[in-house]
């Protein structure tokens, strides 16, 4: 009985009070840290969807995070509280390529840190983090290869079909990664990361891709560059 006591007692009672300054200090650097996140992820980032619109929510999501970190750290029975709350709430966010969910991971992660006061931890991770995604990308930039999104597009009454646009993308390139592929019985449209040594595989690719069909429809997204 004691015991049933006791512990209802610490439920019930157990609270820390929370320092404003330091909350609001918390907050400001959760704010900072997710807004040079969002430039990075807009920066470097691989991803095909809108990534500055993408990006606009890391603020949001690490505030948030550290709003909850502060409050339910003061009590045992809420942080218990949080737990039956969030096998309740189910979010349906379509996450469609695995770079969109390391970010989030990341700016969860900072409010993480922030909301339990562990500043220097997280300022010194995320600089590490960061530090090593622009290293990976300048590297990536600097070598001999250069790469752009391709979409290709094909509408009846004789579309081009997928087989053989991985045949001719193949053949004229040195990187070939399927991103998307929609197909309806009128129209055919297919996106790629393509890696091309020069500009004369590019206008190979696309040669061989108007002869096959000449109605095919080529675009690029997010062009990084490709060398004359």
Known sequence: MNTDMSLKEFLTTQSVHLDLAS???????????????SWVYARFGDSLSNRRSFGRTFVLIATTTVLIISIVKSSLALSLGLVGALSIVRF???????????????????GLGLGADQRLATLVAFAVIVGLIALLRFRRASAPGQNLYLTVGSHNPEKISLGRILEIMRRNSSELDLKRFDETAEALEASFRVEFDDLAQLERAKSELLAANRDVKVSFLDVRGVNP
């Open 23 to 37: 909350f609001a200090l918390n907050i400001a650097l959760a704010a900072l840290l997710a807004s040079i996140l």
């Open 92 to 110: 349906r966010a379509a996450i469609k390529e695995p770079e969109e969910l390391a970010y989030l991971f990341m700016t969860i992660a900072i």
